[in-house]
């Protein structure tokens, strides 16, 4: 048998990594300044991290959802203290797609609609329901195509009054930054807009925090930055640093009913220790903090370099939109400096490291992007 090959790979395989080094089978070193899509959140192999899970292995790996799990509850107090929204309920499921899957369902069974107002270049998933709100026709199926989702431009707030004026949205789901477009920020008077309007039509705010949350800006969520609350906040890749969890932080509003939600793995022991490893991790070591320092290091590093057409983003959620002649920088950046990062299309490199990322770290990477833009 073989793969089903929808994965364009590089040729190199990383066997081995601590905090922000990988070690390929060959023995070469890189820096990893990406994460895997911004999973990797506290370094990988934290020994704390190791610890807690090998304990729990050790104890139990899983059971299933039909009885009492302590860390379910345990992380929900620890999570709503350090996110600020101790007064939602959360549900725990195994990846970011399926979070925003279940928010959508929530917010339909809450206000008896179907519609969802999303926005252009959006990206929410993969899944059934996350890829029709996902602006990408190259990736939706026609079993996927439907009626209930409508796109509006990001920060056009007439538009969104427009549209839900019309009496008939369930919720508008947006990015706290849109990841895969090129990082996109929503503006903070869009958001307060948004919030008003939600209020005034009767619809759900929810936020994708997938890629945006968990310390990756300064900020625990990304729409704290603008002093707004949402009535449903997703979560998902850093939040377990490499072991699959999501979540759905869920206002108070918003009742619950046996049967309403369900999932096989989500919230298992392991998973819940994952979590927990992370919250305690982000906390002693002032991660959210750190974050913002480095990400205002690489601004004032990279903004005005003569590569970049555009710096975007906040804290380590950073894009780079490159200028003209330096499409292949990404390429030379891994293969000759052996620093891995992500894109955005062609002309867009993001940053997504760790959020222990070190200065060290960082100036290396800034003198290896002098060193090959000269």
């Keep these: 048998m073989n793969l089903f090959e929808v994965y364009k790979l590089w040729d190199i395989e990383p066997i081995k990594g601590l905090d922000t080094t990988l070690w390929d089978k060959e023995g070469e070193v890189y820096t990893d300044l990406y994460g895997g899509h911004a999973v990797i959140s506290v370094g990988h192999c934290h020994p704390h991290y190791v610890k807690m899970l090998s304990e729990q292995l050790g104890n139990l790996g899983f059971y299933s959802n039909a009885v009492q799990n302590s860390l379910q509850r345990e992380l929900a107090v ?64 026609p079993f996927n195509a439907t009626s209930n989702i409508v796109f ?25 930054i849109q990841g895969v477009a090129g990082i996109y920020e929503p503006t903070a008077d869009f958001l307060k807009g948004l919030r008003s309007l939600c209020d005034k039509y009767g619809c759900v705010l929810i936020l994708d925090e997938i890629q945006s949350g968990y310390g990756r800006t300064g900020r625990f969520f990304a729409h704290q930055h603008c002093d707004v609350r949402a009535d449903i906040i997703t979560m998902a890749k850093g939040m377990g640093n490499g072991f699959p969890i999501g979540g759905v932080l869920i206002s108070p509003s918003i009742k619950a009913s046996y049967g309403m939600l369900g999932t096989t793995f989500g919230g298992n022991h392991l998973a819940c220790t994952a979590a927990l490893a992370v919250l305690d991790i982000i906390e002693d070591e002032h991660l959210v903090e750190n974050a913002e320092k480095m990400g205002e290091y690489f601004r004032k590093a990279l903004a005005n370099d003569k590569a970049v057409k555009e ?51 960082a100036e290396s990477f800034v003198n290896a992007w002098k060193e090959l833009t000269l």
């Design 78 to 141: 620890r999570l709503g203290k350090v996110c600020g929204y101790d007064d939602y309920s959360l549900f725990l499921c195994n990846s970011g797609a399926e979070a925003n899957e279940n928010a959508l369902k929530v917010a339909s069974f809450h206000t008896g609609k179907a519609k969802v107002l999303a926005f252009r270049k959006a990206f929410h998933g993969r899944t059934s329901g996350a890829v029709a709100a996902t602006d990408n026709p190259k990736i939706q199926s």
């Design 152 to 176: 509006v431009p990001l920060n056009d707030i007439e538009a969104v009054d427009k549209e839900l004026s019309k009496g008939d949205f369930a919720a508008v789901i947006i990015e706290g």
């Design 311 to 361: 710096y975007r983003g906040k804290g380590l959620m950073i894009g780079l939109e490159l200028n003209e002649g330096y499409i292949g920088l990404r390429d030379r950046l891994l293969f000759e400096k052996h620093f891995f990062t992500g894109a955005a299309g062609a002309n867009v490199i993001r940053l997504l490291p760790s959020l222990t990322v070190s200065m060290e770290t």
